[in-house]
């Protein structure tokens, strides 16, 4: 039972235009939510958060927009970069509870 | 600030064995959590432990266990090794165990069961 899901395995961008990465989940009482970028026999770098209070979080290119009604919540790369290339997931949790239910996440290659 | 650290960060063993990880948070935090990533499932949450305590268990078989010392370091330990066991094992750690806090994460350890 996929809790978290990131329908588009794959996504190619050229150099200097958005990216834009989406994910969805089922579960309303979720009220936390992260996105970890991830290379090849390396652990998640966290990127970038949003509580359910808010529905836009900014942090220099990367931008979180959360739509509580659709459990919906995508990733804004502007302007992508090479060095963005990377395995990009979504992760959801409850206020109260440490554990992440991740998403199966979405392969972002940036095309110089 | 050092990251997590966590060893070995490459392990083979046989069906049957034992395996023990290891892992240092990010100095001061006291939450640490374990985490499973096979092609299959992808990112699976295993335990949380926080002062010593494990507040939060995955839904994975009693052969993993883990530990937290007092120093906030963890141990992960998989009895019986079975070839589905083969996985990048990811720690991280938090500042506390309420889900406010980031988790960061170590660089892994990679089990390969034969």
């Known amino acids: 039972d996929q809790q978290v899901k990131q329908n588009s395995p794959s996504l190619s961008v050229q150099e200097g235009r958005i990216s834009i990465l989406n994910c969805d989940y089922t579960?309303?009482?979720?009220?936390?939510f992260l996105w970890y970028k991830k290379y090849p026999a390396e652990g998640p770098t966290f990127l970038i958060s949003?509580?359910?209070?808010?529905d836009k979080n900014e942090d220099g290119r990367f931008t979180v927009f959360l739509n509580k009604s659709a459990k919906h919540l995508s990733l804004h790369i502007v302007p992508s970069q090479p060095g963005d290339s990377a395995v990009y997931f979504c992760a959801v949790r409850r206020t109260g509870a440490n554990n992440l239910f991740f998403g199966t996440g979405t392969r972002l290659t940036v095309i110089p | 600030k050092a990251g997590v650290t966590q060893t070995p960060r490459y392990l083979i063993k046989t069906r049957g064995q034992q395996v023990t990880l290891s892992c240092s948070p990010i100095s001061g935090h006291r939450s640490v959590s374990w985490y499973q990533q096979t092609p299959g499932q992808g990112l699976q949450f295993l335990f949380e432990y926080f002062s010593e305590t494990q507040r939060n268990k995955g839904n994975f078989p009693g052969r993993f266990s883990g530990r937290q010392f007092s120093n906030s370091r963890s141990e992960m330990n998989v009895s019986t090794l079975e070839l589905g066991d083969s996985a990048l094992y990811l720690c991280a750690s938090s500042f506390g165990p309420t889900g406010t806090d980031t988790q960061y994460f170590g660089p892994g350890t990679r089990l390969t069961v034969l």
């Open positions: 949003i509580s359910s209070i808010k």
């Open positions: 579960n309303s009482m979720f009220d936390y």
